[in-house]
C-alpha cells in the first residue's frame, strides 16, 4: 500500500514540483504518519487474529480442497511476509503463486531486445529498476551499462521528458513494462512528448494483461487452481468488470484484495464462504479503491494511443494471443522496435531455474535446486528472484532456506 501511495504521489509530480496546497506531499513527516494511520487498521493484530479463527472455523464445512492462485506477486510477499498460511489450521487451503509480476513474465528475448538498443550508439535506455538486473541472452541491462551503454532507471516514466529535453542529441528509449496498472502512464508519456514536440523519445513497449494469462493457466490440464486472489492495483485501473468471465467460465470464485494482512484474511474468507456455499462469482474486498468500471479516463488514455497485439511471449507461458498491447499505427514514429529495427533473438531460459514453471504454479521455488544457492537476488538466474514482486525474492526475503 505505501508503494501504491508513492506511485500516487509520483503520477501528480510534475517537473519536480509538488502542488503547494497537499500538505502530504509537501512535508515528508506529515506523509508517512497519514500513510501509517491509513494502513494500520489493515495491520490490526486482534483484527488478523479474529479473522483467522473465523476461516479456520469454517473451514471445517469444507468438502474438497481449496487452491487459490494470489495472481499478483504483491499478495505473495504479504502471505509470505506476515505468515498467513502458518495462522491457517485447515491442511484443504492451499496457496499457488501466479503469473502477475511485470518483470517475472518478461521473457528473455525482450530483455535482449532492450539491451541490444541499449548498445547503440547515442542510445540513453530508462526503465524502471527492477529490470536491470534481469539477465538476458547478452546479458542484463545492467551489464550493458558496465560496457558503457548509458542504462537509467526512474521511479516515473514522466521523468523520461526531463531527460529527453536534456539530451536532444541522444536517443532516449523507455523500456515500458507493466499490466494495466503501469499502462496509463505510458500513455502519458507518449501524450506529453507529442504535445511538447519532443522527438527524441521512444518507446519499446511491453505492455500485458491480466485475463489472458490466467486463462492460459486455468486451461492447462495439471492445473490444480480453482479460486483466485485478484490484483487490486491493476483492477483500480480496469475495474472489476474484466474477471467476471473468468469467474463464469471457470465456475471459480474471484475476490480482488488489498495488500494488507486483514485484506488477504478477509478475501481468503470470502473465498471459503463461497465454495462452502457452492457458489461462484466475483468480490470486491478492496472496495475503498476499487470499483466495477475501474478509471474511465486512464482507460480512454490507453485506448487513445494503444491497440491489442496479436500475440506477445511470456515468460514461462509461452506465446499468448492478445495478451500485450502495442502503439497505434499513427504512433509508430515513437515505436522503437520500429523505428530501430532491432532483430529479434530466440532466448532460451535455463534449463536449472524453475521460474516458468513457478509463474504457472506447477512449482514452489523450494523445488527449484538453484534457489538460494546458485541463484541469489545478487545473482539471479531467473527474473523471479530478482522482482521486488517475485515469488522466488519473496520465498528467499521471508521463508525458509
Same mark, same amino acid.
Given at each position: 500500500?505505501?508503494?501504491f501511495l ?12 509538488y502542488y503547494?496546497n ?6 515528508k ?5 497519514n500513510?501509517q ?8 493484530k ?8 473465523q476461516?479456520? $472455523? /469454517? #473451514?471445517k464445512?469444507l468438502?474438497?480442497?481449496?487452491? =487459490?492462485?494470489e495472481?499478483? &506477486?504483491?499478495? %505473495?510477499? +504479504?502471505l *509470505?511476509k ?5 495462522l491457517?489450521d485447515?491442511?484443504m487451503?492451499h496457496?499457488?503463486?501466479?503469473p502477475?509480476?511485470p518483470?517475472?513474465?518478461m ?8 539491451y ?9 535506455l530508462v526503465t524502471?529498476?527492477?529490470?536491470i538486473?534481469v539477465p538476458g541472452?547478452?546479458?542484463s541491462?545492467?551489464?550493458a551499462?558496465?560496457?558503457?551503454a ?5 521511479y516515473s516514466?514522466?521523468?523520461?521528458? $526531463? /531527460? #529527453?529535453?536534456?539530451?536532444p542529441?541522444k536517443?532516449v =528509449?523507455y523500456f515500458?513494462? &507493466?499490466?494495466? %496498472?503501469? +499502462?496509463? *502512464?505510458s ?7 507529442i ?9 519499446h ?16 490440464k495439471r ?7 485478484a ?11 474484466i474477471?467476471?468471465p473468468?469467474?463464469?467460465d471457470?465456475k471459480?470464485p474471484?475476490v480482488i ?7 488477504m484474511?478477509?478475501? /481468503?474468507?470470502r473465498?471459503?464462504?463461497?465454495k ?5 462469482y ?12 475501474g478509471?474511465?479516463?486512464a ?10 497485439a496479436?500475440?506477445f ?7 499468448i494471443?492478445?495478451s500485450?498491447l ?16 532491432i532483430e ?5 531460459e535455463s534449463k536449472?531455474?524453475?521460474?516458468g514453471?513457478i509463474?504457472k ?9 538453484v534457489?538460494?544457492k ?12 530478482v ?6 525474492a519473496a ?5 525458509l532456506?
Amino acid at each position: 500500500m505505501i508503494q501504491f501511495l508513492i506511485n500516487i504521489r509520483n503520477i501528480i509530480k510534475i517537473n519536480n514540483i509538488y502542488y503547494k496546497n497537499s500538505t502530504l506531499l509537501n512535508n515528508k513527516e506529515n506523509m508517512e504518519e497519514n500513510m501509517q494511520d491509513f494502513i494500520n487498521p489493515y495491520r490490526d493484530k486482534q483484527h488478523i487474529m479474529h479473522l483467522s479463527k473465523q476461516i479456520n $472455523e /469454517i #473451514a471445517k464445512q469444507l468438502k474438497e480442497d481449496v487452491y =487459490i492462485m494470489e495472481v499478483c &506477486g504483491g499478495h %505473495t510477499h +504479504t502471505l *509470505m511476509k506476515y505468515a498467513i498460511k502458518g495462522l491457517l489450521d485447515s491442511d484443504m487451503i492451499h496457496f499457488i503463486h501466479g503469473p502477475g509480476c511485470p518483470v517475472c513474465i518478461m521473457p528473455k528475448s525482450r530483455i535482449t531486445q532492450a539491451y541490444s538498443l541499449a548498445m547503440l550508439q547515442d542510445v540513453i535506455l530508462v526503465t524502471l529498476g527492477d529490470m536491470i538486473k534481469v539477465p538476458g541472452e547478452f546479458g542484463s541491462l545492467a551489464d550493458a551499462r558496465a560496457r558503457g551503454a548509458d542504462v537509467r532507471f526512474v521511479y516515473s516514466p514522466l521523468d523520461c521528458l $526531463e /531527460i #529527453a529535453k536534456n539530451n536532444p542529441h541522444k536517443k532516449v =528509449i523507455y523500456f515500458a513494462i &507493466g499490466f494495466e %496498472t503501469t +499502462t496509463p *502512464m505510458s500513455a502519458a508519456l507518449l501524450q506529453r512528448a507529442i504535445n511538447m514536440g519532443i522527438q527524441n523519445l521512444f518507446l519499446h513497449v511491453n505492455h500485458v494483461l491480466v485475463p489472458p494469462p490466467v486463462r492460459a493457466i486455468l486451461d492447462d490440464k495439471r492445473t490444480k487452481v480453482n479460486a483466485l486472489i485478484a490484483p487490486s492495483h491493476v483492477s483500480v485501473i480496469s475495474g472489476s468488470k474484466i474477471y467476471h468471465p473468468l469467474a463464469e467460465d471457470y465456475k471459480i470464485p474471484i475476490v480482488i484484495s488489498g495488500f494488507e494482512p486483514v485484506d488477504m484474511l478477509d478475501s /481468503i474468507l470470502r473465498i471459503i464462504q463461497q465454495k462452502i456455499k457452492g457458489i461462484y462469482y466475483v468480490e470486491t474486498q478492496y472496495s475503498r479503491v476499487v470499483n466495477f468500471h475501474g478509471n474511465l479516463k486512464a482507460q480512454a488514455l490507453i485506448e487513445q494511443y494503444f491497440e491489442i497485439a496479436p500475440s506477445f511471449t511470456w515468460r514461462g507461458l509461452g506465446d499468448i494471443q492478445h495478451s500485450s498491447l502495442r502503439l497505434k499505427e499513427e504512433y509508430k514514429a515513437f515505436d522503437a522496435e520500429y523505428v530501430f529495427d532491432i532483430e529479434y533473438v530466440e532466448s532460451q531460459e535455463s534449463k536449472h531455474c524453475l521460474c516458468g514453471e513457478i509463474l504457472k504454479g506447477l512449482a514452489t521455488p523450494q523445488e527449484c535446486k538453484v534457489f538460494g544457492k546458485a541463484c541469489t537476488p545478487t545473482k539471479p538466474m531467473g527474473s523471479c528472484m530478482v522482482s521486488s514482486e517475485g515469488a522466488c525474492a519473496a520465498y528467499y526475503k521471508y521463508g525458509l532456506l
